[in-house]
């Protein structure tokens, strides 16, 4: 019983308890359809490599986690979100593909200027959008939202520009590595887990954490006390940008092609979700990275969980809002002070009985 | 209920988190009686009120109301508005970016045919308020633009346009001048003979004796005893809260400290000013020294300070820190340079609300190491052990978070996050606001203590006792610019009085 306190009372719980409830559903579909309960689980190998769900799902969950690492130090510092992130995904694709192809190509079989170039350069306008909109929201004072606003309109749109409105494609295998395996291991994986791993490191080795918290709970406090609020603010928002340099990369290598126009749609919305499932406050101050990357993952594995239950593309938007919704609510605190209320009783009666 | 009394509490009973908050208190006002409820930081006053208004839930005691049969149970302070309890709390708990007007009727303003707000008349009915008060306010305006003091003055008057039978002030006067407080006791002594019972929550003892007909004293979350102002002169008033003799503050300075002249400068500022909040002015302050900025509220006390620490940036004139001429542009440049600002607005500057005792007392060190540097785990424990030992800081544990302290423990952790960086020169503005008698002695010994190691300090306070005590010089400032110093002599009570007036060069 002691124990079972201690685990509720974890930071982490209700994160991972959203995360293992989506997973149930999963056995119990598997069940009721007459699979080994235990399929969702299944790893197995064909073709030489990695194939099951929860690959599936840590495959294409990669670009969400990696946007909620910076997304997650957005909200904690400035209690505002970067709408900007799938425009800036696009945007940063579309950048490195029209290097890699030379402007006005839609269709190459070998690089135009080197591969670490394209996507160097990729990364780079990617933090300029960072910085940005950084500059907007901690030195210009503009609330976050109206400050990416502007590139979650313009960045997109800039990336159609670069692209000529085509949509380009590199056909090299060195470019589709990197959205495709690694080995046997899907490399978006990998990808994922090494920001994440660099992510933890930096928090870990470095004060950045509780820089970033102490300006996001109180800016003014913060100053006086000898942080530079708005460097902090405006690192945020650069670091955010890096995120989704990164995961527009990804997603391009993926289909090999600069779709700018489909690239990162509406995944900004994903990304504050995943902050948010992680059990983290909107408003700023605390953060818990874990969270929100358990919260992508999550998010990922409810679309997974859908297509698997035969709901198609179309429909599936309804029953994630459903599943959202639940898991919100279990993490509000009506819901905890409720809970919290009924085991008081259930350890009072237990005493009366006692005495 | 008994004749003439509007409100009873018995024995309510409260807990937080590891502290026993409230033990059995007893809390009676009658009809038109102005009460204090006095003691010491963490005695309970301010959770008593909670309870009272329903944002803290108690757990054992009944509440009975005047005109309401059995006990009260309010569910938050909405609900004990409704039955006629209003409160005023130590801090300004009003909306800034809302009009005077809007933030007087903030749910219940009046209402047009079609159910829209009726902006006219509210304006109307705001101003008539504000005139009957004697307050020269644009109701129209929004609060952030007035004065802490006013901000102060219209959430009282909020509460007092409530019909309310039992009005709650919490702290109302510890952002006030004198002036202003003479105001709100004319405010005050109206109401009682309109039959409201008050209650009146302050750390200031001239006050309670002025102005409050009864006394109840807590201590440690339990009732001392309930008294008449009769019965209960100072002196036995500091014993009850504080479970002890009083130890006298006069004696505190050591002979012969005075004069600091001969040591080395600190820091020298020739021709410092900031526009709009400061004019140009000289200071010299040596190491060693303690220096008081004495003038009334809003003559640029604060703001001088804050100019010399780079919180706002100097505009004109030139600085020199140690004989050496420096540009400060941010906070941070000041720390480097072995400085440290203790702000006044301590909500808004000072603590770090969702952070812990410990986070809070490392930050400034933190931030003077940079973020590459971050201090082990191990060393931080050890800092906040050490601070919360020295400062006798009551928390629960370390890794509380600072919001839930009360306001002179949170007071103390501000004060420990500068000495834990040793700095050379210390600014505290109003370090002893809001804060009981026995912490303030604590922390004019601990100022003194200081200026004794060579740490220089300016010392800004509204109390010119407390300045007395600690100081071996006073600038004065009166509208924003600085009109002279005062030192030797010249440094008593009256003197003070007569430079702030006016009476010195």
């Given at each position: 019983m002691d124990k079972l306190k201690k685990i509720t009372k974890m930071k982490?719980?209700?994160?991972?308890?959203?995360?293992?409830?989506?997973?149930?559903?999963?056995?119990?579909?598997?069940?009721?359809?007459?699979?080994?309960?235990l399929s969702f689980f299944t790893i197995s190998i064909n073709n030489g490599i990695l194939y099951g769900r929860l690959i599936d799902v840590l495959n294409r969950g990669s670009e969400v986690a990696i946007l909620a690492i910076g997304m997650t130090l957005v909200v904690s510092a400035s209690a505002g979100t970067d709408i900007s992130v799938g425009s800036v995904m696009s945007l940063s694709g579309g950048l490195c593909c029209m290097l890699l192809a030379g402007y006005g190509v839609t269709n190459v079989s070998e690089y135009n200027v080197p591969l670490w170039a394209g996507m160097l350069a990729g990364i780079a306008?990617?933090?300029?959008?960072?910085?940005?909109?950084?500059?907007l929201v901690a030195y210009m004072n503009i609330q976050p939202m109206v400050a990416t606003l502007i590139l979650w309109s313009a960045g997109r749109a800039i990336g159609?520009?670069?692209?000529?409105?085509?949509?380009?494609?590199?056909?090299?295998?060195?470019?589709?590595?990197f959205g495709g395996y690694c080995g046997i291991i899907p490399t978006p994986i990998i990808i994922a887990a090494v920001c994440v791993a660099i992510a933890s490191v930096v928090l870990r080795v470095t004060a950045l954490g509780t820089?970033?918290?102490?300006?996001?709970?109180?800016?003014?406090?913060?100053?006086?006390?000898?942080?530079?609020?708005?460097?902090?603010i405006l690192l945020c928002y650069v670091i955010c940008g890096l995120c989704a340099g990164i995961s527009g990369l990804v997603a391009t290598c993926r289909i090999y092609s600069a779709d700018t126009n489909n690239i990162g749609l509406n995944m900004e919305l994903d990304a504050i979700l995943a902050v948010a499932l992680g059990g983290n406050s909107l408003g700023g101050g605390k953060f818990n990275l874990a969270g929100s990357i358990i919260g992508a993952y999550t998010i990922q594995a409810i679309t997974t969980t859908l297509y698997a239950l035969g709901v198609s593309s179309a429909q599936a938007p309804v029953f994630k809002a459903i599943v959202v919704i639940l898991i919100v609510v279990i993490q509000s605190q009506p819901v905890k002070d409720y809970f919290k209320k009924l085991s008081a009783k259930k350890a009072a009666a237990k005493e009366a009985v006692q005495a | 209920m008994e004749n003439n009394v509007v409100l009873s509490m018995k024995g309510i009973c409260m807990t937080f988190p590891g502290v026993k908050a409230l033990e059995n208190v007893d809390f009676n006002l009658k009809k038109g009686e102005i009460r204090a409820l006095m003691g010491e930081n963490g005695a309970g006053k301010s959770t008593l009120i909670?309870?009272?208004?329903?944002?803290?839930?108690?757990?054992?005691?009944?509440?009975?109301?005047?005109?309401?049969?059995?006990?009260?149970?309010?569910?938050?302070?909405?609900?004990?508005?409704?039955?006629?309890?209003?409160?005023?709390?130590?801090?300004?708990n009003?909306?800034?970016n809302l009009s005077v007007a809007e933030n007087l009727f903030i749910g219940r303003e009046p209402m047009t045919k079609i159910r829209t707000v009726n902006r006219k008349k509210m304006n109307e009915m705001a101003a008539k308020l504000m005139k009957d008060l004697d307050l020269d306010v644009d109701v129209t305006q929004n609060l952030e633009e007035y004065s802490l003091a006013l901000q102060q003055m219209i959430a009282i008057a909020r509460a007092v346009d409530m019909d309310c039978k039992v009005l709650i002030l919490d702290e109302p006067t510890s952002s006030l001048d004198d002036n202003e407080v003479a105001k709100l006791f004319g405010m005050m002594r109206r109401l009682r003979e309109q039959g409201v019972g008050i209650v009146f929550v302050t750390h200031f003892l001239e006050q309670v004796y002025e102005v409050c007909d009864g006394i109840t004293v807590l201590r440690n979350g339990t009732l001392v005893g309930e008294y008449s102002i009769e019965e209960l002169p100072r002196v036995k008033l500091?014993?009850?809260?504080?479970?002890?003799?009083?130890?006298?503050?006069?004696?505190?300075?050591?002979e012969g400290s005075g004069d600091k002249s001969k040591e080395p400068l600190v820091i020298d500022a020739k021709g410092l000013s900031h526009a709009g909040t400061i004019k140009p002015f000289d200071l010299e302050i040596h190491k060693g020294e303690v220096i008081g900025l004495t003038g009334l509220l809003g003559s640029g006390r604060s703001e001088l300070a804050r100019v010399i620490y780079g919180a706002d940036r100097a505009q004109t004139g030139t600085l020199k820190v140690k004989e050496k001429e420096v540009t400060i542009k941010n906070p941070i440049d000041a720390m480097n340079l072995g400085m440290g600002l203790l702000p006044d607005d301590r909500k808004a500057e000072g603590i770090i609300?969702?952070?812990?005792?410990?986070?809070?007392?490392?930050?400034?060190?933190?931030a003077k190491l940079g973020i590459f540097k971050k201090i082990p785990m191990a060393k931080q424990i050890e800092i906040a052990d050490k601070f919360i030992e020295m400062l006798q800081i009551k928390t629960a544990s370390r890794e509380t978070l600072i919001k839930q302290l009360s306001g002179g423990n949170q007071q103390k952790v501000i004060l420990a996050r500068w000495l834990a960086t040793n700095p050379d020169f210390l600014i505290l503005d109003e370090p002893t606001r809001g804060i009981d008698i026995g912490t303030k002695t604590e922390i004019q010994k601990l100022v003194i203590k200081l200026a004794e190691d060579g740490t220089s300090v300016i010392f800004i306070s509204s109390e010119i006792e407390e300045m007395l005590r600690t100081c071996n010089r006073m600038a004065v400032l009166r509208d924003g610019s600085k009109v002279g110093e005062i030192s030797g002599e010249e440094l008593s009570q009256e003197g003070v009085m007569k430079a702030i007036a006016g009476g010195a060069k």
């Open positions: 982490l719980f209700l994160p991972i308890f959203s995360m293992i409830l989506v997973m149930m559903i999963n056995v119990i579909y598997d069940i009721a359809s007459g699979n080994p309960p306008i990617a933090c300029v959008c960072g910085l940005f909109n950084g500059f159609l520009l670069l692209c000529n409105s085509n949509i380009v494609y590199v056909r090299v295998p060195s470019f589709q590595f820089y970033i918290q102490s300006v996001g709970i109180n800016k003014k406090a913060s100053r006086i006390s000898g942080f530079n609020s708005a460097k902090i | 909670k309870c009272l208004t329903g944002v803290n839930k108690f757990e054992a005691g009944e509440i009975y109301l005047d005109g309401i049969d059995g006990p009260i149970v309010n569910k938050d302070t909405m609900d004990a508005q409704k039955k006629g309890i209003s409160t005023v709390y130590q801090e300004v009003l909306c800034p500091v014993a009850a809260m504080m479970g002890k003799d009083f130890d006298d503050l006069a004696s505190i300075k050591p609300g969702d952070l812990s005792v410990r986070e809070n007392i490392i930050l400034a060190m933190q």
